[in-house]
């Protein structure tokens, strides 16, 4: 990724999975962007973006499209006073209702739904938009252009998982929008894809009862009999922001241990 500009949206502390995908943009040679959402985020991520050495950190709440608006105005004078463009975008952003993901799905209030969605997945859409015009256009000389937005996403969206309740929904959600952005930004030479990552000890999984439960069965249901590794996540990010995924859009790939293909277990 040696002179490619990588943006990263949900960096919330050292244990998130896009702070994994950040260190590997970093460590393979990209120049990376962070963003922080209100002041109570700030310094945390500025702290983080110091020690990855990411090149700048930017403010956005992808709730408020005049937010994105300026992030992606932000990004177009940074990248035009260097004559350069953006070649990848991270979206590690989530959020429903603790409330929500507690209770039976059938008891999800209207507002509780929303949130999940408009976070979660609409938020995307928000983002793909926005920063898709920085991405370089394919040249006459016939230079490809174009990159890559990548978004994660979990097994909970076409299984049901106990307690994942209104998030579930919204990964289907975001899942469909995907499949969507793929399609119109593939004329742009602009690939969309997500990572299903297996359930990984991140501050937001906190959230979902029986956390706990969930990472110990899953690392013995798994074909490779383990949790899933951060940095295998971020290892994969690296694959579709590079070259060497310029073939893939549209995706769901998997790096769960392979705890997607499983069906059920027979116990004693």
Not at 74 to 96: G, P, Y
Request: proline share 3%.
């Amino acid at each position: 990724m040696e002179g490619k500009v990588a943006l990263v949206l949900g960096v919330a502390n050292r244990w998130s999975i896009g702070h994994a995908i950040a260190k590997a943009f970093v460590r393979e040679g990209a120049e990376v962007i962070l963003t922080y959402q209100g002041d109570r985020q700030k310094q945390t991520v500025e702290e983080l973006a110091s020690e990855i050495k990411a090149r700048q950190v930017l403010p956005c709440d992808v709730t408020e499209d005049a937010q994105v608006d300026a992030l992606a105005s932000m990004l177009a004078n940074e990248l035009k006073s260097r004559d350069t463009a953006l070649n990848a975008v991270v979206h590690s952003i989530a959020f429903a209702n603790r409330e929500d993901l507690s209770r039976p799905f059938v008891e999800t209030s209207r507002a509780g739904f929303a949130l999940a969605q408009d976070v979660s997945a609409y938020s995307l859409v928000a983002v793909a938009r926005a920063t898709a015009p920085l991405m370089a256009a394919p040249g006459h000389d016939g230079a490809p252009g174009g990159g890559s937005i990548m978004t994660l996403t979990y097994l909970g969206s076409t299984r049901v998982v106990e307690n994942y309740n209104v998030m579930g929904v919204a990964k289907a959600s975001l899942e469909a929008s995907v499949r969507y952005l793929a399609a119109g930004l593939g004329p742009s030479n602009i690939r969309v894809n997500a990572i299903s990552a297996g359930a990984v000890k991140t501050t937001s999984a906190r959230g979902i009862r029986d956390f706990s439960k969930m990472l110990e069965g899953g690392a013995k249901l798994a074909p490779l009999r383990r949790a899933t590794d951060p940095v295998e996540v971020a290892d994969t990010a690296v694959f579709l922001a590079s070259d060497l995924g310029r073939g893939v859009t549209g995706n769901i790939i998997y790096v769960d241990a392979g705890m997607q293909i499983m069906g059920f277990a027979l116990t004693e």
